[in-house]
């Protein structure tokens, strides 16, 4: 009788080993926890809650071990017996100070933007600026007087202000095709830094989600669902600096929430030319959640800012004495902006593994932007002043189904598969010849832009051992239509393009705290409409082939290292450049790499980061010596630590350093590096918290942004090409005082 048992006992754990784990994870009040992290360390399989806090793990079985992880919450660890296979278990993470322990290492393509979230949780943005910046390698510069979107540089890339890396928030794309000043042109200032959840991010062209713009990589910023605790600020310092924030939870009831947020920033700039800038933001959320079936969000913000800006000034206007480092050519530049959006966020849990994510936005913007560059070089009576100008609507829907249950024959997998669309109606897209932002001089261009991109994508993920193998296609159309309003005659020019952007990414993780990871694949990004209809067609999506080999390795709980070889390849593109209104090709390009990061927490209470990047980035179709690729950086560090707990003193310390670089083909003109520190220092009681800013702790010297430009001033009788730079923000110092209630 006994060995009947025993033999019935294997038969019932085979029947239910490797079967799906299910359940939920909640909070200690009983709220759903999103995206937290579920490993099995057995089988190394592995699974994330949806927005309603549940999750599916397949293949588990009897015995095996499971942890249960999200940041701000202590890991829990859980060995599976037979009744948590026959019903959904119910999981509670109590909260807990960030720790690096809170991460396992899954097998994700972007498993290393889930190790930075801890650089923004311990030391959260202070500013719409420093939000790209959190991304390893990305620096950024601004050159208006904090009113036009900053320009990037990433891996290599001088990406202008988004040509080459796709930037998203909560899914709704914010590059902007064919606008008035630059190709992907992408502004992040309607963003409330207090309202950013996490950042995630990827480098390179091997994620399918991510279509045009997505070479050098992209950034995906994701916002609060809800708020903890309502909260007010009030910031002042120096150069004329105010800054309010609200941010109030306005429902809380049954499955609904709501909560509203609001920003007005003020401020003159270091500049001797008051900037006069004024930025307003105002955000609205509604959450809508049935646990295990349903999730709706809806989102309405709008965003306006205008200034003065001194704008960029030649080096030896400088070195003459005719101006300080802080002064301008022509102050009258400047200009204002605005966005709104509606965004609508819907998740479907399908049960078994299966859901729907859909997402649909409509977004209107306008821009005016007045700037002079090359001061008398073209007109040496009224100067060289222009204006650009658009007004944009923006449309677009995209659904995913993700299947993370799937099954071929005996072999488990998982996969997904989206459709969607963009729609951009651009009226009045113009640069013109201005005088004292007043006068209308002529007219340069002028038109009204159509672009639609419809796309789908598919990819899965296979699991084998140690290895998971992730092929994945995705497919774009573009149909781009082109308005000249400056014709005699109705001139309406059309073209369209197909894309294929085939990936493959494989990754190995022989261990719970190693990962080795092979990503290749093509990505692109599309041209100005108006540089596609003078082309006529030719070079409208040049292509990025990239591969990527690198680890991450968390030799203790408390310390991540992870390095990684690169190379990207770019085909022949052309440029337009809004400045001028004229096409630039630039032909093609080459660009190795190499990243190193660490991150250490020796102790609760103490966080240490750091990123190194060194990129050989050439031109393939120039002659040795005048091969480089200008203004792209070669070598960048960035780091730094935070210190403290959240009542009494907390701090911390964040520096960056971009080495010299080429500013022209043959490198005769060079941009001029620098090293800058911020630091910050908080002192929280109950729930008041008190905070002295300072950027630019020891009042460097530098040029944040910085051009090859030929230009002629009003007195020179010949043009020079010299370095035209914005100056760097000095020491400057602002004070904080916040209360959550």
């Not at 979107?149 to 202008?160: C, H, K, S, T, Y």
């Not at 190795?592 to 660490?598: K, Y």
């Amino acid at each position: 009788m006994k060995y009947f048992m025993a033999v019935c006992s294997l038969f019932v754990m085979g029947a239910i080993a490797a079967q799906d784990y299910k359940g939920q994870l909640v909070t200690d009040d009983g709220s759903p926890l999103e995206d937290a992290g579920i490993f099995n360390k057995t089988n190394g399989q592995h699974s994330h809650t949806d927005s309603t806090g549940h999750f599916v793990l397949d293949r588990t079985s009897v015995n095996d071990t499971i942890y249960f992880s999200r940041l701000g919450y202590a890991t829990q660890t859980r060995v599976v017996n037979a009744q948590d296979l026959q019903q959904p278990v119910r999981i509670v993470l109590n909260e807990s100070s960030i720790s690096l322990d809170q991460v396992v290492l899954v097998s994700e393509v972007n498993a290393l933007s889930r190790l930075v979230d801890v650089d923004v949780k311990t030391d959260p943005v202070k500013s719409s600026q420093e939000i790209l910046r959190k991304v390893p390698g990305l620096i950024i510069g601004q050159h208006a007087g904090g009113g036009k979107a900053e320009q990037i540089f990433l891996r290599g890339f001088d990406v202008d202000h988004g040509t080459d890396v796709a930037i998203n928030v909560d899914g709704m794309p914010v590059n902007m095709v064919s606008h008035a000043h630059g190709q992907g042109y992408a502004d992040l200032h309607f963003v409330i830094p207090e309202t950013i959840e996490n950042v995630n991010f990827g480098k390179g062209p091997y994620y399918m989600e991510q279509g045009d713009f997505n070479t050098a990589g992209y950034v995906d910023l994701r916002l609060r669902k809800s708020l903890s605790k309502s909260m007010v600020s009030t910031e002042v310092g120096q150069f004329d600096t105010r800054r309010f924030l609200g941010m109030f939870n306005i429902l809380e009831q049954g499955n609904s929430s709501a909560y509203l947020a609001s920003e007005l920033y003020l401020t003159n700039g270091p500049v001797e030319s008051p900037q006069n800038f004024n930025r307003l933001n105002i955000l609205g959320r509604y959450r809508y959640a049935l646990p295990g079936d349903q999730e709706l969000l809806l989102t309405a913000s709008h965003f306006q800012s205008k200034w003065d800006a001194s704008g960029q000034i030649p080096q030896r206007a400088v070195d003459q004495g005719l101006i300080s480092r802080f002064g301008s050519i022509d102050d009258t530049e400047g200009g204002q902006t605005s966005r709104t959006n509606f965004v609508v966020n819907h998740n479907k849990n399908l049960n078994d593994g299966k859901s729907f994510n859909t997402m649909a936005f409509l977004s209107h913007y306008d821009f005016e932007l007045y700037s002079n560059f090359t001061f008398f070089l073209d007109d040496p009576v009224n100067g060289d002043q222009i204006k650009q100008y658009e007004d944009r609507m923006m449309l677009g829907a995209r659904t995913i189904f993700k299947n993370n249950t799937a099954q071929l024959g005996s072999t488990n997998f998982k996969y997904q598969a989206g459709v969607g669309f963009r729609y951009y109606n651009v009226d009045d897209n113009e640069l013109s010849h201005t005088l004292n932002r007043q006068e209308l001089l002529e007219r340069l261009a002028y038109g009204d832009v159509d672009e639609v991109n419809t796309y789908a994508f598919a990819g899965a993920a296979f699991k084998s051992g140690k290895f998971t193998f992730e092929p994945a296609l995705r497919l774009d159309y573009f149909k781009f239509d082109y308005v000249n309003k400056l014709s005699e005659l109705y001139d309406n020019r059309s073209e369209e393009k197909v894309a294929f952007s085939p990936k493959f990414n494989t990754i190995f993780s022989p261990t719970a705290n190693t990962q080795f990871f092979l990503k290749t694949g093509m990505g692109f990004h599309s041209n100005d409409a108006r540089v596609v209809v003078a082309n006529e067609g030719e070079d409208i999506l040049p292509t990025a082939y990239g591969v990527d080999l690198g680890t991450i390795l968390k030799p203790v709980d408390r310390l991540v290292l992870n390095a990684t070889v690169w190379s990207l390849f770019l085909d022949q593109e052309f440029v337009y450049v809004g400045d001028a209104g004229v096409v630039e090709p630039s032909g093609k390009t080459r660009r190795l790499g190499l990243e190193v990061g660490a991150r250490y927490q020796p102790f609760e209470g103490l966080y240490l980061y750091t990123d190194a990047n060194y990129t050989h980035a050439r031109s393939t179709e120039e002659a040795d010596g005048e091969d480089y690729i200008p203004l792209a950086p070669d070598f960048t560090v960035a780091g730094g630590f935070t210190a403290g707990m959240d009542q009494g003193f907390s701090g911390g310390l964040n520096y960056r350093f971009v080495d010299d670089r080429p500013a022209n083909e043959d490198n005769s003109i060079v941009a001029e590096g620098y090293f800058v520190t911020d630091a910050t220092l908080n002192y929280g009681l109950n729930n008041w918290t008190f905070s002295i800013i300072v950027e630019n702790l020891f009042d460097s010297e530098w040029n944040e942004t910085q051009f090859a430009t030929e230009s002629r001033l009003f007195s020179e009788p010949s043009p020079v090409e010299e370095i035209h730079f914005t100056p760097g923000m000095p020491f400057y110092l602002r004070g904080k005082v916040s209360l959550a209630f």
